[in-house]
Structures are given as structure tokens and as C-alpha cells.
């Protein structure tokens, strides 16, 4: 792992460049997932061994611990919106608790895909230990029925989810899904209105809107909408959108011209439904999959941007009446995955974060993933963690070692207790 660390850094120009070509994201955000992919094999480098080590247990028997055993092969689907990060997320946790993977890449990023394959390789990591499948969807369900295959990892839709899920169960194998996302951005009264407007401009066009953690839905109390919606409109407005190898722009190209398509099918229905684009609300004609970084505000029930994830620079602001009223909007969704909640209260926060239906809450700060914290979500953003001493073990065999004779009342006895 710390080979793969060195190795990426030592080459993070060429794999940078390679994801923006591929998938259009700013090169700056290229450049910064690259080191992040190092800095997390480093992490389990330097924190596997703790995180795995034997678990000793009082119980009846003289000794007994839980160990924790790799499964064998995982298969990885993982998809195009942060070509290495997604992957690296999915397999070095894996790959430290012992496993081997196979990974099965988005079809639009077939270069980064066997760059991947490339780093653990120059890594010194064993033949075989980490493989890419230049292999299109349709072929899946036959390796999760494999015998040889352990456990399926995958990053996607809720859709995709289901149909993995669905091989998954039927051949009895265990899965992680990492699904998609309408994260709540909650701005209650006592916020600092104006970090809050700074953090949700990029919390919504990181990776040119494209991530299942960015903000989505914006949900502002009536005593500080205004303010909100002004300072958001100017940051958003603000955004430079052009050749994302231009290190002076901020928003790209999104990855394929239909995803422009779905965003706009989204933001017309939702206009025409009595939203109102402030700011943005086209694609950008000419060259290029371009949609203009947006802001919608008036947006409520029925409409496209208050349920669908909009996988694009497309922000839904919503007013609501209290911090009650806010919840409820927050939790009115079928996703479940990240969630950002602003207050100058922060153990009322604490009290509020509790009752959001998300796999992760952040208080007064923008979400994102990171090492030494499990990620994953509830609801139709899937289950199953990643990274962390919980991502870890989930493609292991947590197993009760327990040594006899038993203990009685103290004392050894000559057999275990029976088995009920």
C-alpha cells in the first residue's frame, strides 16, 4: 500500500490529465483526487494491522477472540464520475483485509480503468491480486454467479443497485452498494448565512455537479432565505465553466451528452411546474456537454428537483417554515446517503443530526469522504460501509475462535456448555 501511494504520487500529472480527458472534470479536482487516493493507501498502510487485529473476549471458554478473514475475490462495478477514487475507495480496504479483486469499470473510462490495474502493478502487488475486466454490463451477473467470486462491491444508481443486489442474493453472496444521493443542505436561521453560502456554491459543483455526496437540495428557513439565496446566486453565477484543463475554471463538461439531456429534461419540468431559474438553467450550445451552473428557487413537492437527483450543477432551494419543517423536507426522499446541516448551535445540531435519515451528517461543513470515516448511506442509497475500520471488515469472515474446557463458576470445566 505505501508502494501504491509512492506511485501514484510520482505520476500524478499523467493520471490527473488522463481523468479529465476521459470524464471532463476540472484538472485542478483531478490533480487533488489523485493525491487523495495515495493518501488513503498510505492511511490503511500504516492502520490495517490495528484495525484487523484479534479481538480477545470474555466469555465461557478458557480463551476466546474474533479474527477477521478475507473472503476471496471481490468483484468491484464501479462507475465513471471519480474514476480512480471510486475504485481505490472500494478496493483498498479490501485489498488490506487480504481479499483480491476484480474490477469491472464504467465504460466511458476504459484508459483510467487500466491505469488503475498500472498502479498496482509498478506497485510490486502480486499477479492477480488486483485485475481489470474490460467488460460491458450485460456480463456481470454471470461473474457475481461465479463460484470463485466471494463478495460484490458496487458504486452506481439505485437502479443498478437492485440488479446487483438482486444477483447478489440469489447466489448468497455478500454485497456493498454505495448508491445515489439527494443530499438535504440545511441552513437554519442562527447560520452563519454566508459560510454556508460559500461552502453549498461548491458543495454543489464539485466534479461539475456530478457525485452522489454533492449538495442537492438546499433547505433555507423563511428568517434567512433571502440573504441565503443572494450570497448562493452571486457564488454560483460567479463560477468559470469552460475547458476543464484550464486551471482557471471551475465548472467542466459534464460526462456524456445524455446526462445533459436527463438535467435538462429535469430543470424545464420543474420550471414548468413554477420553479424559477435565478441563475443558469441551459445547456451551453456549442462544443462540449455544458450546462450552465444553476439555481433554482420556488421549488416544491412534484417537482423533478425536489425528488430526482439532478447529477449536474443544477440547485434546488427550498424554504421551509422552522427546523421541524426542515426535517421534514430533509427526510422526504428515497435516498439516504449525505447530508450538511448549518447552525451556530452545534449541540442543538447534534440533537437534529440524530433524527436525519443519512449515513452522513455534517455540521457546519461541506461532505466528503475520508479514510478514517465509514461511508455509505440507508434507504435507496444502499448499505454496507466503505473505508474505516467498518469498510475493513465488511469483506471478511468475522470468526469466533473459542478455546475450552469452560469456565464454571470460575473454575474449568471438562466440557463446553451445550449448543442451544
Same mark, same amino acid.
Given at each position: 500500500?505505501?508502494?501504491?501511494?509512492?506511485?501514484?504520487?510520482?505520476?500524478?500529472?499523467?493520471?490527473?490529465?488522463?481523468?479529465?480527458?476521459?470524464?471532463?472534470?476540472?484538472?485542478?479536482?483531478?490533480?487533488?483526487?489523485?493525491?487523495?487516493?495515495?493518501?488513503? %493507501?498510505?492511511?490503511? #498502510?500504516?492502520?490495517?494491522?490495528?484495525?484487523?487485529?484479534?479481538?480477545?473476549?470474555?466469555? @465461557?471458554?478458557?480463551?476466546?477472540?474474533?479474527?477477521?478473514?478475507?473472503?476471496?475475490?471481490?468483484?468491484?462495478?464501479?462507475?465513471?464520475?471519480?474514476?480512480?477514487?471510486?475504485?481505490?475507495?472500494? *478496493?483498498?480496504?479490501?485489498?488490506?483485509?487480504?481479499?483480491?479483486?476484480?474490477?469491472?469499470? =464504467?465504460?466511458?473510462?476504459?484508459?483510467?480503468?487500466?491505469?488503475? +490495474?498500472?498502479?498496482?502493478?509498478? %506497485?510490486?502487488?502480486?499477479?492477480?491480486?488486483?485485475?481489470?475486466?474490460?467488460?460491458?454490463?450485460?456480463?456481470?451477473?454471470?461473474?457475481?454467479? !461465479?463460484?470463485?467470486?466471494?463478495?460484490?462491491?458496487? @458504486?452506481?444508481?439505485?437502479?443498478?443497485?437492485?440488479?446487483?443486489?438482486?444477483?447478489?442474493?440469489?447466489?448468497?453472496?455478500?454485497?456493498?452498494?454505495?448508491?445515489?444521493?439527494? !443530499?438535504?443542505?440545511?441552513?437554519?436561521?442562527?447560520?452563519?448565512?454566508?459560510?454556508?453560502?460559500?461552502?453549498?456554491?461548491?458543495?454543489?459543483?464539485?466534479?461539475? &455537479?456530478?457525485?452522489?455526496?454533492?449538495?442537492?437540495?438546499?433547505?433555507?428557513?423563511?428568517?434567512?432565505?433571502?440573504?441565503?439565496?443572494?450570497?448562493? @446566486?452571486?457564488?454560483?453565477? %460567479?463560477?468559470?465553466? &469552460?475547458?476543464?484543463?484550464?486551471? %482557471?475554471?471551475?465548472?467542466?463538461?459534464?460526462?456524456?451528452?445524455?446526462?445533459?439531456?436527463?438535467?435538462?429534461?429535469?430543470?424545464?419540468?420543474?420550471?414548468?411546474?413554477?420553479?424559477?431559474?435565478?441563475?443558469?438553467?441551459?445547456?451551453?450550445?456549442?462544443?462540449?456537454?455544458?450546462?450552465?451552473?444553476?439555481?433554482?428557487?420556488?421549488?416544491?413537492? *412534484?417537482?423533478?428537483?425536489?425528488?430526482?437527483?439532478?447529477?449536474?450543477?443544477? #440547485?434546488?432551494?427550498?424554504?421551509?417554515?422552522?427546523? +421541524?419543517?426542515?426535517?421534514?423536507?430533509?427526510?422526504?426522499?428515497?435516498?439516504?446517503?449525505?447530508?450538511?446541516?448549518?447552525? *451556530?448551535?452545534?449541540?442543538?445540531?447534534?440533537?437534529?443530526?440524530?433524527?436525519?435519515?443519512? *449515513?452522513?451528517?455534517?455540521?457546519?461543513?461541506?461532505?466528503?469522504?475520508?479514510?478514517?470515516?465509514?461511508?455509505?448511506?440507508?434507504?435507496? =442509497?444502499?448499505? &454496507?460501509?466503505?473505508?474505516?475500520?467498518?469498510?475493513?471488515?465488511?469483506?471478511?469472515?468475522?470468526?469466533?475462535?473459542?478455546?475450552?474446557?469452560?469456565?464454571? !463458576? &470460575?473454575?474449568?470445566?471438562?466440557?463446553?456448555?451445550?449448543? +442451544?
Amino acid at each position: 500500500m505505501r508502494s501504491v501511494a509512492g506511485v501514484l504520487r510520482a505520476d500524478k500529472s499523467r493520471y490527473a490529465s488522463m481523468l479529465t480527458s476521459e470524464m471532463g472534470k476540472p484538472i485542478v479536482e483531478a490533480e487533488a483526487e489523485v493525491e487523495k487516493c495515495a493518501w488513503t %493507501a498510505a492511511w490503511f #498502510a500504516e492502520n490495517a494491522e490495528r484495525l484487523l487485529a484479534d479481538e480477545p473476549v470474555d466469555s @465461557t471458554g478458557t480463551e476466546s477472540y474474533v479474527r477477521f478473514q478475507p473472503l476471496g475475490v471481490v468483484l468491484a462495478v464501479m462507475p465513471w464520475n471519480f474514476p480512480f477514487w471510486q475504485a481505490f475507495r472500494a *478496493g483498498l480496504p479490501a485489498l488490506s483485509a487480504g481479499n483480491v479483486m476484480l474490477l469491472k469499470h =464504467s465504460s466511458n473510462v476504459p484508459q483510467s480503468a487500466l491505469a488503475i +490495474e498500472e498502479v498496482f502493478r509498478e %506497485a510490486g502487488v502480486p499477479e492477480g491480486v488486483f485485475q481489470t475486466l474490460l467488460i460491458g454490463s450485460a456480463a456481470v451477473e454471470r461473474i457475481i454467479a !461465479d463460484h470463485r467470486v466471494a463478495g460484490i462491491t458496487l @458504486t452506481g444508481s439505485d437502479k443498478a443497485g437492485s440488479l446487483v443486489a438482486e444477483a447478489a442474493g440469489k447466489a448468497l453472496k455478500k454485497a456493498v452498494l454505495e448508491l445515489g444521493g439527494s !443530499d438535504p443542505f440545511i441552513v437554519l436561521a442562527d447560520a452563519y448565512v454566508n459560510a454556508a453560502a460559500g461552502v453549498a456554491c461548491r458543495a454543489r459543483n464539485q466534479n461539475n &455537479g456530478q457525485s452522489c455526496i454533492a449538495a442537492k437540495r438546499f433547505i433555507v428557513e423563511e428568517a434567512v432565505a433571502d440573504e441565503f439565496e443572494q450570497r448562493f @446566486t452571486s457564488a454560483v453565477a %460567479a463560477l468559470k465553466v &469552460g475547458n476543464p484543463m484550464d486551471r %482557471a475554471n471551475q465548472v467542466g463538461p459534464l460526462a456524456r451528452g445524455d446526462l445533459v439531456d436527463e438535467l435538462e429534461r429535469q430543470v424545464n419540468e420543474s420550471v414548468r411546474l413554477g420553479a424559477r431559474p435565478v441563475v443558469g438553467g441551459k445547456r451551453i450550445e456549442g462544443a462540449g456537454f455544458y450546462f450552465e451552473p444553476t439555481v433554482l428557487t420556488n421549488v416544491r413537492p *412534484g417537482m423533478p428537483a425536489y425528488h430526482e437527483e439532478t447529477f449536474g450543477p443544477v #440547485a434546488a432551494v427550498i424554504r421551509v417554515k422552522d427546523a +421541524e419543517d426542515a426535517l421534514r423536507v430533509a427526510n422526504d426522499t428515497d435516498f439516504g446517503l449525505g447530508s450538511n446541516l448549518w447552525t *451556530g448551535d452545534t449541540d442543538a445540531g447534534k440533537k437534529l443530526a440524530e433524527r436525519i435519515e443519512a *449515513g452522513l451528517v455534517f455540521i457546519n461543513g461541506m461532505v466528503a469522504s475520508d479514510a478514517r470515516l465509514p461511508f455509505g448511506g440507508v434507504k435507496r =442509497s444502499g448499505y &454496507g460501509r466503505e473505508l474505516s475500520e467498518y469498510g475493513i471488515k465488511e469483506f471478511t469472515n468475522i470468526q469466533t475462535v473459542w478455546v475450552g474446557p469452560a469456565k464454571v !463458576d &470460575g473454575a474449568k470445566a471438562s466440557s463446553p456448555p451445550r449448543a +442451544e
